[in-house]
């Protein structure tokens, strides 16, 4: 079920609200996001009622990177952070914003704001860096502490979200 989306229009962080028990499942999309700056990794974070958690040390993750341009495979993790990385790579350089640069990606929440886990994400992206070298990523990761989740959001390392979108839809069991 289609629940929202969001627009960037050159804004710090692009966001979605929405997340509630009634599905049991969220898939969120990105596409066509571009960041203002060349060259940045792209964070996720999770909130609740009061608004987005960007507490220190209140995320940890996991992101394997790879890209189209030789051998570079790249893992890098965080047991303590104040958001998840979904996409960027130290080695080869973050996303782009040049002509045909940018990035995409499906993020699955199978935490609904009802349960009694840490909510966690998994996903993958595909991007095309500040070189015009296409890459992409997998990564998990979770906020923790249980909260009940009713809205996420990302944003670059460093810059605004020039352009793209943000949408979240629920799935059920039944």
């Known amino acids: 079920t289609f629940i929202q989306t969001s627009i960037a229009s050159d804004d ?15 898939c969120i999309i ?20 009061g608004g987005i ?10 992101i394997q990177r790879f890209h189209t341009g030789g051998t570079t495979f790249a ?3 965080s047991t303590s952070s104040t958001y998840i990385q979904i996409a960027g790579n130290d080695t080869i350089g973050g996303v782009g914003n040049q002509a045909g640069e940018g990035v995409g990606f499906v993020i699955w ?7 009694t886990m840490k909510p966690g994400i998994t996903g993958s992206s595909t991007y095309v860096n500040g070189a015009g070298t296409g890459g992409g990523s ?12 009713t809205q996420a959001e990302i ?3 460093s810059g605004n979200v ?8 629920g799935l059920k069991h039944s």
């Open 138 to 149: 997998i990564f998990y990761g979770q906020r923790d502490a249980v909260i009940t989740t």
């Open 53 to 62: 958690d960007s507490g220190a040390g209140n995320y940890e993750w996991s």
């Open 155 to 157: 944003h670059f390392a």
């Open 162 to 169: 020039s352009t793209g979108r943000l949408t979240l839809w």
């Open 109 to 115: 929440l199978p935490m609904p704001s009802d349960a």
């Open 12 to 26: 710090a962080t692009l966001g979605v609200s929405g997340i509630d028990s009634t599905h049991d499942f969220y």
């Open 75 to 77: 893992a890098k993790s």
């Open 30 to 49: 990105g596409s066509d996001l571009v960041p203002a700056s060349n060259d940045q990794d792209l964070f996720f974070r999770l909130g609740d009622s």
